[in-house]
């Protein structure tokens, strides 16, 4: 008993920081959420030329915590006949595998919860591909033929699309060499340019893919509303089904960081390498808040109540320390060179890395989320048999043969001594190739099978 | 200590999911167990500091061959199937039969307990923090000297998937 | 890493769950689910060995184990299916088309 308490205790004091990270994430990224949600709401309500959620707190930023409320205390419905273990397990394990895969996501150089793993994009991919059970068994144990269609067809669509999306990152893996997520954001650092520059037709494969492994619009059809009332969620009402709706947030986070890090450059800035007048991208992030804190400084006389003129001047407060904050590091180091003790710059600049390789890397999942959002309030939905067909006839040879074509200009590249920016003379022409002989086999198999007009009857 | 500790939960998991899967009436029940033995297993292969192999499982194996199994039950998912007999009439004396093999080999373990490595010769095993780095390992062996049943495992794989469509095809 | 009997000593647990579900159970799946239970226990075997000597080989082979188990699942489950559409059964005793 002494010797497990003594192993635990030591447990506890090598790994307090994971632990701490984890339980914080895992209390803290349903409000995160919450506030996704709102952001969705608020630009959905924006591309439709309205106001969206503006009752509950000051313009709506209540609305989460109401929401919340709402799910927690509404009654809990299990169907007859419903296999409870399985009922009460689905949702859990959706939740469970996208929270699992935050672990592996590296935000800053240093701000990884599971440090150093050596399989860590593919750790992050596989363990959100689990969430595939979820919705399987939600579908399953709801005992009902709508859901269990919405769960088969939905599961059919992320197995598919998972390929896809496997194989262009392995596209992006050509370049970096490693599985570990911080080398490949150091790779991207040491090749001076971002990996979706280098593999375009990855990154946009990859950008497919991820939409409808998240289940998002316009591949949304297993939870569209007018077609399977909710598909596989029918049936699960209150916590079960913020759950599910967690899950697939997180998801969308967890996939926009996966893209981030391997085509977008993780935590760099854009141009990571080259120095000199580039480095003003590095104020880029300080003026970009100061820029917010003085619009809502101007909005702030037009608001019609007190309490929002007061809310509004908060954030603007916010948005201002949060400029100092960014513009802190920037500015003791080169401009205040001379005036600053090299002790004091030597002990600002891993901060510096840190805040602002943050601030970037927020910066990008969040342009990627709102990528998905727009996507979501332009396109129409893809019926499924246009979806299945989009996934293994379009999408799976076109990432095959990218993967083949790039490795050839890599080998040109190595032999020709390109690297940095000249790679993208091999790279652009192979994805160039690929591209349109994807497109030629699309074009030779739509000419062989004329198209019907109306929906096959057999694509369940 | 962490090390005995994380391999007798990931054993104890294994064991009592894979008891459970081959013992459950509902087919499903018995995959959901099955998937959770295939963690355990991925675990035990963490412990070992085969971390390639630990994500390949979990890829692979539970999403998916576990994936597909799920889905065939959900197919042939017969309500008259989970009220029959689950096992089968030569149950007693296949029981007989696996506990007596059980018995050979537990007990030419256990009698070699005292033997160090039980009579298999032992190395010394590298210190975990000395290993090399578990992918590129894994990859230049197999890319190097286990090239050939790389290919051939991929023309495994293409015939594999060839013949599970032309089977599981309605004949229209 | 442990001894290197704990670990034989979790394979051959596995392995006769496994050999026990395929001999003992009549649902065709369960069956087939057991013999993934059996691969993953001598998946266990080579990959504790393979840590024991620091050779990779035993990974490798491991990984090959996992391919085929795939292709072999995939497959059988194909029969499955098929012989499902035809006789509306998964029991293996009712499946003797071939006896007299």
Known sequence: ?460 | MLDQAIFYLFAGIAVVSAILTVTRRNAVHSAIFLITALLATAGIFLQLRAEFLFIVQIILYVGGIMVLFVFVIMLVNLDVAVRQMQFARQKWVALLISLALAAQVGLMLWSSRKVPGHGVPVLNAVPADKLPPNTEAVAQSLFSSYLLPFEIASVLLLVAMIGAVVMAKKRT | ?100
């Open chain 1, 1 to 460: 008993m002494q010797a497990v308490t003594q192993a635990t205790m030591e447990f506890v004091k090598q790994y307090w920081a994971p632990l701490v990270c984890g339980v914080a994430i895992v209390a803290v990224l349903p409000l995160i959420v919450g506030y996704v949600v709102l952001v969705e709401r608020k630009i959905m309500a924006d591309m439709q030329a309205r106001l969206g959620p503006m009752r509950v707190g000051p313009h709506g930023l209540l609305q989460p915590i109401a929401d919340a409320v709402k799910l927690l205390i509404k009654e809990d419905i299990i169907p007859d006949e419903a296999d409870k273990l399985v009922f009460w397990l689905a949702p859990v394990l959706s939740v469970g595998a996208a929270l699992l895969a935050i672990a592996g996501l590296a935000i800053g150089p240093a701000f990884q919860i599971a440090k150093g793993i050596n399989v860590g994009i593919l750790f992050v991919v596989g363990v959100s591909a689990m969430g595939i059970f979820g919705i399987v068994l939600g579908g399953w144990a709801s005992n009902s033929h709508y859901s269990l269609i919405g769960a088969l067809r939905s599961s059919a669509q992320l197995v598919s699309y998972e390929t896809a999306a496997g194989m262009a990152l392995v596209c992006g893996l050509l370049f970096a060499g490693t599985l570990n997520v911080t080398s490949i954001v150091e790779a991207q650092r040491n090749q001076g340019i971002w990996f979706g520059l280098l593999a375009p037709v990855a990154f946009f494969t990859y950008l497919v893919a991820s939409i409808a492994e998240t289940n998002r619009a316009p591949f949304d059809l297993p939870e569209a509303e007018s077609e399977l009332v909710a598909g596989y969620m029918t049936e699960f009402s209150g916590f079960r089904w913020s759950l599910y709706f967690l899950a697939e947030y997180t998801n969308m986070i967890v996939v926009a960081s996966v893209a981030t890090t391997l085509f977008l450059g993780g935590w760099l800035r854009p141009f990571p390498r080259t120095h000199g007048l580039v480095d003003l991208i590095d104020f880029l992030p300080p003026l970009l808040m100061v820029v917010i804190g003085v619009y809502c400084l101007i909005r702030t006389p037009k608001q019609p109540a007190r309490v929002q003129q007061l809310f509004m001047l908060v954030v603007a407060g916010l948005c201002f320390a949060l400029a100092l904050v960014l513009a802190a590091p920037v500015l003791a180091t080169p401009v205040l060179g001379p005036f600053v003790k090299p002790s004091l710059a030597a002990a600002v600049k891993p901060f510096y890395e840190g805040i602002h390789g943050g601030f970037w890397f927020i910066f990008k999942v969040s342009a990627y989320i709102y990528f998905f959002m727009w996507l979501r309030f332009t396109l129409p939905r893809y019926r499924f048999d246009q979806l299945m067909r989009l996934g293994w006839h379009f999408l799976i040879p076109l990432s095959i043969i990218n993967v083949l074509l790039i490795g050839v200009a890599m080998i040109v590249g190595v032999y020709y001594h390109l690297d940095g920016w000249w790679l993208l003379l091999a790279t652009i022409p192979a994805s160039i190739i690929a591209l349109i002989i994807a497109l030629f086999i699309l074009a030779l198999e739509q000419k062989s099978e004329p198209r019907k007009a109306s929906a096959p009857d057999s694509y369940a």
């Open chain 3, 1 to 100: 890493m442990l001894p290197i009997g704990h670990y034989l000593f979790l394979g051959l647990a596995l392995f006769i769950i496994g050999a026990i579900g395929v001999v003992t159970r009549r649902n065709v799946i369960v069956i087939l689910m057991s013999i993934e239970l059996i691969l993953n226990a001598v998946n266990i075997n080579l990959v504790a060995f393979s840590r024991l000597y620091g050779d990779v080989a035993g990974q490798v082979f491991a990984l090959f184990i996992i391919a085929d188990a795939a292709a072999e699942a995939a497959v059988g489950l194909g029969i499955v299916i098929a012989f499902f559409r035809n006789r509306e059964t998964v029991l293996e005793d009712e499946m003797d088309l071939l006896k007299w």
